[in-house]
């Protein structure tokens, strides 16, 4: 048995602090590391103890083992948890750790090795009898090569970064003419993030479900699996939506898929806690798709439907001592569903954004669990993950857990940040979702560019943000003036007293006014409809508001003058009174002007001064958050200038090209 009494949590944001709750409740001295961006962030002052390791940028901070490791000496760990990305699959870091007398918590250096590479980890098990995907999973990774397993494998075909996971490195091919594209783009995407470019193909199992299985192993020898998690809704091959139990498992199925990835633990000698992923069919065959060495994002569903805390079995298991639970003790009750909630524009093509968190409340009830690594005033840099919090519903059934999950997210406070709340919503409450029905495709099938535009508010909701503006607007003057009186504060001597605001909608401008009543009331002219709006109680970031006798409650926020937020049942509207601000000729669209959409590096640049382009043109590709973004070219024509240079860093708004339409040229 190896004791320990302090942990040091090489991570950051909601995984760090999730573990270190944990910890701190078994007693145990947590430590924290934190890059300069961080260090301000919730985990370094959750932590007993936090320790500087660098700059920003991910490899000069937390994915520099060395440096985690002099934090770990400094700060006296006896023992690291990695949470998950990072280190948490590295198994050059996880042999380090014991080389130095550091209890890694997590699976051995040769497990993580082995199943680190969807290669060797896709051999390993065809020869445990696993059930796989038909692909090819060999060394010579030419063109050539891959090209010809291709078409033996047969189309539609999946390419896959053989280091990696969460998407990236990963492309759908349906004919052979886009297969040497994708190859180099998969091959590109997967040196960057994980260094190393080598492939894997997989025959594309259209619209299955994905089903993973949560295994624990000790070092007495015992394996178990504690149940599934559905993973289906994705975006991207990114995980959006996670469920435990599967809706549509049966005992008989959820008894195979347990034993084969207890098998598949078993057969690299496994420790600790792991996920073995498979893709279920309609048929009720199911294919083994990778094995994840970590905790995953979505264990909570899990520990939920369980009743078990994973991150203290894991404490347990990295002690030596015996997890003291058999197969029989397992049990589910009662459903769990999780989403992701992140920073990012789903209205600009899930476009991650960045900027400062001017509010922050989650919700709370019954069965509800917030995991996140956030509070009101933290700044959300370009350099980490824009994922900002799990919401997590636990329910009897699973339509109890989705009804909370959905009220949730629609009673949670945030403003500062556009996020994909109101994605969530939609998600949780389309048709498909709700009977259980959603597989791989469901997302590309229900949301498309028309369903994910941005919607332009209504008469109702623009005379709300006129009121709320007022009413801000009459406090701050009440404040500062040298004489003041409720009395007079909505008078006028000249009859009506009519404030004007002017916000933008789709294409339009629309004129709306406010004049105060004697009951208290105002009434509110948008454009020519009238209405009448009653404030019926106002704090910070919360109103209750009638609109024409039909009461709304609001979560809003006024970041400046002029400028309004409001939330209405989970979707975010900004309203923007123009005549507080001048005309800017230089922000009109389709200017030839093509600017930075987010902070990040520049990777490539593919054009140079004088070379024609068209609307779509592939100018840069920018890597921000994790992820590669394709610049693309919004107006036809000439380029003009070039102040993108690949390898360098670039800011939000920053300029990348000009572009001399044609328009413009004449």
């Not at 190393?196 to 020898?221: C, K, M, N």
């Not at 919503?425 to 099938?445: H, N």
Request: aromatic share 6%; glycine share 8%.
């Amino acid at each position: 048995m190896r004791k320990f009494n302090s942990i040091l949590v090489a991570n950051r944001g909601e995984i760090a602090v999730r573990v270190m709750k944990t910890a701190k409740s078994l007693g145990y001295r947590t430590i924290a590391v934190y890059s300069e961006a961080d260090a301000g962030a919730l985990h370094v002052r959750t932590a007993d103890e936090a320790v500087l390791i660098g700059p920003a940028p991910v490899q000069q901070s937390y994915l520099d083992g060395a440096k985690i490791l002099a934090a770990a000496k400094e700060a006296g760990a006896e023992a690291i948890h990695p949470g998950y990305g990072f280190l948490s699959e590295n198994a050059e870091f996880a042999r380090a750790c014991e080389d130095e007398g550091i209890v890694f918590i997590g699976p051995t250096a040769e497990a993580i090795d082995l199943m680190g590479n969807k290669a060797a980890a896709k051999r390993r098990m065809i020869a445990a009898k696993v059930p796989c995907v038909p692909g090819y999973e060999d060394a010579d990774q030419s063109d050539e090569v891959l090209i010809k397993a291709a078409k033996d494998i047969g189309f539609p075909i999946m390419v896959k970064a053989a280091a990696g996971g969460g998407g990236r490195g990963m492309r759908l091919v349906h004919k052979e003419t886009q297969l040497p594209a994708a190859l180099d783009s998969a091959r590109s995407e997967a040196f960057n993030a994980f260094g190393s470019d080598e492939l894997i193909l997989e025959r594309a199992i259209i619209e299955p479900r994905h089903v993973e299985v949560q295994i624990f192993a000790d070092t007495h020898g015992n394996v178990i699996h504690l149940g599934e998690r559905d993973c289906s809704v994705q975006r991207r091959h990114q995980k959006v939506v996670e469920e435990a139990p599967c809706p549509v498992m049966t005992p008989e199925l959820r008894e195979k898929m347990g034993m084969a990835a207890v098998e598949a633990a078993c057969s690299i000698n496994y420790r600790g806690a792991g996920t073995v992923e498979f893709l279920l069919d309609a048929s009720g065959d199911f294919y083994f798709l990778e094995m994840n060495t970590r905790l995953q994002v979505e264990h909570p569903v899990t520990e939920l439907v369980t009743g078990l805390d994973l991150v203290s079995l894991q404490i347990l298991v990295a002690e030596g001592m015996p997890l003291g639970l058999n197969q029989s003790d397992i049990t589910l009750t009662g459903h769990a569903i999780e989403v992701r909630l992140y920073a990012e524009d789903t209205t600009q093509d899930f476009l991650p954004c960045t900027g400062r968190i001017e509010a922050w409340e989650p919700a709370t009830g019954d069965g509800i669990r917030f995991d996140s690594g956030i509070d009101a005033g933290q700044e959300i840099s370009p350099f980490y993950d824009p994922m900002i919090a799990k919401v997590i519903a636990y329910g009897d059934s699973r339509e109890a857990a989705r009804h909370r999950l959905i009220e949730a997210l629609k009673g949670t406070v945030i403003f500062g940040l556009t996020t994909n709340r109101g994605f969530l919503i939609d998600i949780l409450a389309e048709e498909k979702f709700a009977k259980g029905d959603a597989t791989t495709a469901f997302i590309g099938e229900l949301f498309d560019a028309a369903r994910l535009a941005a919607k332009s508010p209504d008469t109702a909701e623009m005379s709300m943000a006129a009121v709320l503006l007022y009413q801000v607007e009459r406090d701050q003057a009440k404040a500062t003036a040298v004489f003041t009186s409720d009395q007079l504060m909505d008078w006028s001597s000249g009859g009506a007293l009519l404030t004007r605001y002017m916000f933008a909608s789709s294409n339009a401008e629309n004129d709306v006014t406010v004049s105060p009543q004697r009951d208290g009331s105002y009434e509110v002219m948008v454009d020519k409809t009238a209405l009448k709006v009653e404030v019926m109680g106002r704090s910070e970031n919360r109103t209750q508001l009638t609109v024409n006798g039909k009461r709304k409650r609001l979560h809003y926020n006024t970041p400046s003058a002029g400028v309004v937020e409001l939330t209405d049942d989970g979707r975010t509207l900004l309203f923007v009174n123009s005549l507080t601000f001048p005309k800017s000729a230089a922000a009109a669209a389709g200017s030839g002007h093509v600017i930075a959409p987010m902070h990040g590096t520049l990777l490539q640049v593919f054009v140079k001064a004088g070379d024609t382009v068209e609307v779509g043109t592939r100018l840069a590709v920018l890597e921000a958050m994790k992820m590669q973004h394709d610049i693309l070219a919004e107006v036809a024509g000439v380029v003009e200038e070039v102040a993108a240079l690949a390898a360098n860093q670039v800011s939000v708004g920053d300029l990348l090209f000009e572009i001399e339409t044609a328009e413009a040229a004449e």
